[in-house]
């Protein structure tokens, strides 16, 4: 029927990690029940690593000799990949080793970034299997895309680096309490939502930020040109991967890397080499030899006041603060409706004192379908912001990064747009 094959130079290895006691501790089983085949008949080589303990993949990937791999993709909630990317930044050779592309496979209870990969996917919304599905296709296509990473500093002086989320009050809270509700899967978080109203609190902070700069908007009634789309880059995972399912509107038969060969069974593919890698922009870096280190230029040091350039919130009384950088916190909660995964920007929530139960339940309620912003509801602010900072008033409290709890205290943060390789759509 005319179509081409790409020939296999070399196999596409793929580790993949899976967290047994994610979710429903169904994760392996997830796994070869839906997942194995798909790889199998689409000839990706992986090697399946079951994590035994917290923390065992982010050692394993901070000693890994990435040379072995060309991605590292993770069965498991959002909280197995924060593992991962921390533990590929601990590494002296962090800047190659941030290149490992980077994919997921929902099998946790929370799966804010399988859900947020396949929403970019422009594909009609997916749940469970379904999701799973979606995701172990993107993996079998294997398309890379960029992806932004957020380093976030504590009191002690750590520093940590986030894909997702960082929240304080009712959202962390939540994440927190509704982690014993794990095995009913995803539907944890409305359940933790319920409960928590149930007893809604006020928590004292400072919260400062350093806006984006908008372009300015077209006067009212100016003519507005309209622009293509731009097209997403999207290299794909490895020009080796045998059978990419990519339909390619110009294949360039006569490429040297792309010997035509008969021997899958896939509708179209093409090869990399029509679809190069761009040289991704190196991030700021300090010190000369090997191990350099990642500035975090827009922050000053904890214990310093903020620049003049940012905004400084006047209230102090919060029921939450979310900063987002995908577009879902969870499965069913579409928190930011513009967002990608390499927009360079920080989304900034924050919903004030004063609001009534019954308006946050119905801001998260609507959150399903993205339209918690058009609620009109004034507790509610969204920024879209490079950098922040918040410092806890209230003594104790809930501070989570990617749903993970962190250290409790004064914490903040810068966005480094693109820093980290995403499997997407
Ligand atoms: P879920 O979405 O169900 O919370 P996560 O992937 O977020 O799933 O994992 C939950 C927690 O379990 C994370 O803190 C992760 O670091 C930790 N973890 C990873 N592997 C293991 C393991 N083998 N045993 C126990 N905890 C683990
Ligand atoms: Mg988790």
């Given at each position: 029927d005319g179509v081409t094959y790409m020939e296999v130079r070399r196999p596409c290895r793929v580790m993949i990690l899976v967290?047994?006691?994610?979710?429903?501790?169904?994760a392996l089983q997830l796994f070869t029940g839906h997942v194995q085949g798909m790889l199998t008949e689409a000839t990706v080589p992986y090697t399946l690593v079951t994590t035994e303990h917290q923390n065992h993949a982010r050692e394993l990937v901070r000693k890994a000799d990435l040379s072995q791999w060309d991605a590292l993709v993770i069965m498991s909630g959002d909280g197995l990949l924060f593992e991962v990317i921390n533990g590929l930044m601990e590494r002296e050779d962090w800047q190659d080793a941030i290149q490992t592309p980077l994919g997921i496979l929902p099998g946790g209870s929370g799966n804010a970034l399988a859900a947020s990969v396949h929403h970019y996917s422009q594909s009609p919304p997916a749940w469970n299997e379904e999701l799973l599905l979606s995701c172990g296709f993107m993996l079998c296509k294997g398309l890379v895309g960029s992806l932004d990473l957020v380093s976030i500093h504590l009191a002690s002086r750590q520093r940590l680096f986030s894909f997702l989320s960082l929240a304080w009050g009712f959202v962390a809270d939540v994440d927190i309490e509704s982690e014993k509700y794990r095995h009913v899967g995803a539907i944890r978080f409305l359940m933790g939502t319920l409960v928590r109203l149930a007893s809604l609190r006020v928590y004292q902070g400072k919260l400062a930020y350093l806006p984006v700069e908008e372009p300015p908007r077209p006067p009212k009634g100016s003519v507005k040109t309209s622009q293509p789309p731009s097209t997403p880059q999207h290299p794909s995972l490895c020009s080796s991967l045998p059978c990419q399912l990519i339909p390619d509107?110009?294949?360039?038969?006569?490429?040297?890397?792309?010997r035509i060969t008969t021997n899958c069974n896939h509708n179209t593919v093409t090869n990399s080499s029509n679809n190069p890698v761009t040289a991704t922009k190196r991030p700021e870096t300090q010190g000369g030899g090997k191990s350099m280190t990642l500035v975090d230029s827009l922050l000053p040091g904890l214990d310093q006041p903020v620049p003049e350039s940012w905004t400084v919130v006047k209230?102090?009384?919060?029921v939450l603060v979310l900063a987002v950088y995908q577009s879902h916190l969870a499965e069913d909660l579409w928190t930011v409706p513009g967002a990608m995964a390499d927009d360079g920007l920080i989304h900034l929530f924050y919903v004030t004192a004063g609001i009534s139960r019954p308006a946050l339940l119905r801001l998260f309620l609507a959150m399903e379908k993205g339209a918690h912003l058009a609620c009109g509801c004034p507790y509610l602010v969204h920024e879209k912001v490079k950098a922040l900072r918040l410092e806890p008033i209230s003594p104790q409290g809930v501070i989570t990064v990617d749903g993970e709890m962190v250290e409790y205290g004064p914490v903040q943060a810068q966005i480094h747009p693109g820093l980290a390789r995403l499997i997407c759509g």
């Open positions: 967290n047994p006691h994610s979710g429903r501790g169904q509107p110009s294949p360039n038969q006569n490429s040297p890397h792309n209230e102090e009384d919060f």
